[in-house]
Nanobody, 118 residues
Framework: QVQLVESGGGLVPAGGSLRLSCAAT????????VAWYRQPPGKQRELVAS???????TYADPMKGRFTISRDNAKNTVYLQIDSLKPEDTAVYYC????????????WGQGTQVTVSP
């Protein structure tokens, strides 16, 4: 089992920056890919970015340019840096884990709220 805890969200003016953290505990050796998702109010959850254990990052097209995902395997932590925040970035941000030998995200955190004021 893997447990995930997100942190780093908050209320930020437009144009500001945040760095979100996703800390993993449990059987972390099973972790392969870690992804960030977000769910704006009243909208469906959407993929933000993902990163492999080796550090290869992939971004959803709308997220390219302002979002940076990184990983510190020694700390079992994945980060999401968000720059030039926009009001439409307001959402609950979740991290999720795709275990080795799996093609689904089996473990999810509880989310951290990001609110961007105009």
């Amino acid at each position: 089992q893997v447990q995930l805890v997100e942190s780093g969200g908050g209320l930020v003016p437009a144009g500001g920056s945040l760095r979100l953290s996703c800390a993993a505990t449990g059987y972390t050796l099973t972790i392969n890919v870690v992804a960030w998702y977000r769910q704006p109010p009243g909208k469906q959850r959407e993929l933000v970015a993902s990163i492999t254990r080796g550090g290869s990052a992939t971004y959803a097209d709308p997220m390219k340019g302002r979002f940076t995902i990184s990983r510190d395997n020694a700390k079992n932590t994945v980060y999401l840096q968000i720059d030039s925040l926009k009001p439409e970035d307001t959402a609950v941000y979740y991290c999720a884990v795709k275990p080795v030998l799996k093609n689904t995200y089996d473990y999810w955190g509880q989310g951290t709220q990001v609110t961007v004021s105009p």
